[in-house]
Structure formats: structure tokens, C-alpha cells
């Protein structure tokens, strides 16, 4: 399935992206609409890679981004082709490019797909693994505090807390992501939160700012009631517009949301190449980072 520059249409060329390459970047995400920020771009440039198709003149028509993770498999996502240079075939070509990168170093590729997304997925050999659903809101109605039912106190992460926080995440999500949270930790102090019960770290939220709203996940935890509790605690200090990235096994959680005056925006379909079961614990994963980051 390797590909090669030469499959590409003529007077296009690929290369790897770097910092001076930001700002083309971010206006091909802001063209079409997405809600990342130039934070956003620097992660995948820091912790992973981004890939680009250019003109001869030099301009950035396309890329892709590819952030390999420890657990045996990397994250394909910002996937973005300007518009006047849409359906021929770059796309498929920098998806391809990306999963030769990550099996070439032995990872399995994973993303997370839009339905339209999903057709061309299914065609390269991505498998349905389990599906979610992105709630948005506009604005929160006012509701009182949700507590976890076993008595768990919410509180503001504390540096102490980050060897137990990676190591539910990591147990949840599969891979050590550890840099990746710390840099989200700092984006949304706010949403950077802990639950504790005696003494013990039972679940975490994290959150990040964005273009246009703010996200909130990962969020990891042992129970509904610590989740919720989470939530709660963040959307009484996190101004809308916000979006959450829920898996649909989470339905009550849902339910309340909409409570709060979130609507479904679009589901999601978290895939794998070449088999049909993911790395994470849906059980204990309550928010994704959003589809970009897994």
C-alpha cells in the first residue's frame, strides 16, 4: 500500500510541515470551518507529524497529521484539502501516507470519523469500533452542582496528582499520552480537574480552548457519578459555546446534558485498521479529547 510522490497530480508536492508553515495551516482548518487554534497545530508538530501538499508556488493546499502514541498505535486526524482543490484524490492520498507512516513504525492507525469520512474509511480497510456523539451548546442553562454519589470531592489538579491521572488514562485510553495531557491541562485550567475519594484519584477532566468554542475532555472515571460530578463542576465555570465528545454507551450522562441545553451536532465513529475492537475502555471513557486528538 506504499505511496509515493509520484502518484500525486501534476505540480503537486508533498513535504513535512514545521512551525514556519502555522499560519497557512490555520487558515485551511478556519476555511472549513474546524475549531482548532494555533495551540492545536503546535501539538501535532511538537508530539507527532504533520504532512502538507503544496503548489509549485509554494502554497499549502493539504495536510494531514499523524500522532503516534505507546501503546501499539497512532492517531490519523486534520485530514483538511482547500476547496478548490477538493475531490481529486488528495485526500486518499494523505490518508495512505499517514498509515504507511504509523505501520511502517508499527503502530496501528486509529481516528475518529465523520459518516462521510467513514465511507472512504471503511473502503481502506478501517474497521467500526464503537460510536459517539458531539453535544454543543450554545449556551448552559443554570442547574445546582451534581455531587458523586459515593462521596467523591471535586478539586483542581494538583502536581501531585499527575502520576495517578496518567495512569488511569493510560489504562482507559490504551497509550501513554502524558505530554498531551499536561499541554491540554494548561489550555483550560478551569476544566483541569480531579475527583478524589479517600485519598485516591477516581477520575480527572481536562478541557482546552478553541477557535470558536471550548472542549471539554478527556474525561476518565471510575463511575456515571463521577463523571457527572466532573462535568458539572467544569460547566459552572466554563463559558459556552462548549462541546463534548460523548460515547453513545454514555446515554443518561447524554440525557442530562440536553437538560443543560446541549444539542447532538454530528455522530462520530471511532475506527481501527485491520481489526475491529480499540484500545480504550468505552466503560471508563466518558469525553474524548475531540477527534483531532483521541
Request: aromatic share 6%; with cysteine.
Given at each position: 500500500m506504499?505511496?509515493?510522490?509520484?502518484?500525486?497530480?501534476?505540480?503537486?508536492?508533498?513535504?513535512?510541515?514545521?512551525?514556519?508553515?502555522?499560519?497557512?495551516?490555520?487558515?485551511?482548518?478556519?476555511?472549513?470551518?474546524?475549531?482548532?487554534?494555533?495551540?492545536?497545530?503546535?501539538?501535532?508538530?511538537?508530539?507527532?507529524?504533520?504532512?502538507?501538499?503544496?503548489?509549485?508556488?509554494?502554497?499549502?493546499?493539504?495536510?494531514?497529521?499523524?500522532?503516534?502514541?505507546?501503546?501499539?498505535?497512532?492517531?490519523?486526524?486534520?485530514?483538511?484539502?482547500?476547496?478548490?482543490?477538493?475531490?481529486?484524490?488528495?485526500?486518499?492520498?494523505?490518508?495512505?501516507?499517514?498509515?504507511d507512516d504509523l505501520i511502517a513504525k508499527k503502530l496501528v492507525p486509529v481516528l475518529d470519523a465523520t459518516p462521510?469520512?467513514?465511507?472512504?474509511?471503511?473502503?481502506?480497510?478501517?474497521?467500526?469500533?464503537?460510536?459517539?456523539?458531539?453535544?454543543?451548546?450554545?449556551q448552559v442553562r443554570s442547574s445546582s452542582q451534581r455531587g458523586a454519589q459515593e462521596g467523591a470531592t471535586i478539586r483542581p489538579i494538583a502536581e501531585e496528582d499527575w502520576s495517578a491521572i496518567i495512569a488511569l488514562?493510560?489504562?482507559?485510553?490504551?497509550?501513554?499520552?502524558?505530554?498531551?495531557?499536561?499541554?491540554?491541562?494548561?489550555?483550560?485550567?478551569?476544566?483541569a480537574l480531579v475527583a478524589e475519594l479517600h485519598g485516591r484519584v477516581v477520575g480527572f477532566l481536562l478541557g482546552r480552548d478553541g477557535r470558536t468554542m471550548n472542549q471539554l475532555g478527556p474525561l476518565a472515571a471510575g463511575d456515571e457519578s463521577v463523571a457527572g460530578a466532573l462535568l458539572s463542576h467544569a460547566l459552572h465555570t466554563i463559558s459556552a459555546p462548549l462541546a463534548i465528545d460523548l460515547p453513545d454507551r454514555h446515554s443518561r450522562l447524554g440525557e442530562w446534558l440536553s437538560t443543560l441545553g446541549f444539542k447532538i451536532e454530528r455522530p462520530l465513529t471511532r475506527m481501527v485498521y485491520g481489526r475491529s475492537h480499540a484500545f480504550d475502555d468505552t466503560a471508563r471513557l466518558f469525553a474524548i479529547a475531540g477527534p483531532e486528538l483521541g
Open positions: 506504499a505511496v509515493s510522490d509520484q502518484d500525486l497530480p501534476s505540480g503537486v508536492a508533498a513535504r513535512e510541515l514545521s512551525e514556519s508553515d502555522l499560519a497557512a495551516a490555520m487558515a485551511l482548518s478556519q476555511e472549513a470551518g474546524w475549531n482548532q487554534t494555533d495551540a492545536d497545530w503546535r501539538l501535532f508538530l511538537e508530539l507527532g507529524h504533520v504532512v502538507g501538499l503544496t503548489r509549485s508556488s509554494g502554497a499549502l493546499i493539504a495536510t494531514a497529521a499523524t500522532l503516534p502514541h505507546g501503546g501499539g498505535f497512532g492517531w490519523i486526524s486534520m485530514v483538511l484539502v482547500t476547496a478548490s482543490e477538493r475531490r481529486r484524490g488528495l485526500a486518499r492520498w494523505l490518508l495512505r501516507r499517514c498509515m462521510a469520512g467513514r465511507m472512504v474509511y471503511l473502503g481502506l480497510g478501517f474497521n467500526d469500533c464503537w460510536a459517539m456523539r458531539r453535544a454543543v451548546a450554545q488514562d493510560t489504562d482507559v485510553f490504551g497509550a501513554d499520552r502524558s505530554r498531551l495531557l499536561r499541554r491540554l491541562a494548561a489550555r483550560l485550567p478551569a476544566a
